[in-house]
Nanobody
Framework: QVQLVESGGGLVQPGGSLRLSCAASGIIFRINDMGWYRQAPGKQRELVAVITSSGSTYYAGSEEGRFTISRDNAKNTVYLQMNSLKPEDTGVYYC???????????????WGQGTQVTVSS
C-alpha cells in the first residue's frame, strides 16, 4: 500500500509565495516521475509540472519561471515552490507519482488527496 500526503496549501495574497510538499510512504522500491496537477473551480484537472527520477523537469504552462518543482529522493518527497502567485493559480493541487513496490513490478500511478491553494486579496 502506498500513500501520497500533500501539505503546504493555504490562502495567500497576490504576489505571495507558497511551498507545497508531497511525501510518499508505504511499500516503495522505486519512484519514477513525480508531478503536480491543479484543478481550478469549474475546470478539469491539468498538469502543472513533472520531475523525473534523475531530476529533469517539465512545466506544462506559463508557470515556469514562477514555479519550481524539485524532489528529495531520500525522503520520497516532491516539492512545488510557487512564487509571484496570481489569482488564476487558485485551485486544488494534487500530487501524482509513478511508484513500483518491487523490482519485479511496473510502476502504478498514485494520487494525493489534494491541497487547496487560494490566491486572493
Amino acid at each position: 500500500q502506498v500513500q501520497l500526503v500533500e501539505s503546504g496549501g493555504g490562502l495567500v495574497q497576490p504576489g505571495g509565495s507558497l511551498r507545497l510538499s508531497c511525501a510518499a510512504s508505504g511499500i516503495i522500491f522505486r519512484i519514477n516521475d513525480m508531478g503536480w496537477y491543479r484543478q481550478a473551480p469549474g475546470k478539469q484537472r491539468e498538469l502543472v509540472a513533472v520531475i523525473t527520477s534523475s531530476g529533469s523537469t517539465y512545466y506544462a504552462g506559463s508557470e515556469e519561471g514562477r514555479f519550481t518543482i524539485s524532489r528529495d529522493n531520500a525522503k520520497n518527497t516532491v516539492y512545488l515552490q510557487m512564487n509571484s502567485l496570481k489569482p488564476e493559480d487558485t485551485g486544488v493541487y494534487y500530487c501524482n507519482a509513478d511508484i513500483a513496490s518491487t523490482m519485479f513490478t511496473r510502476g502504478i500511478n498514485y494520487w494525493g488527496q489534494g491541497t487547496q491553494v487560494t490566491v486572493s486579496s
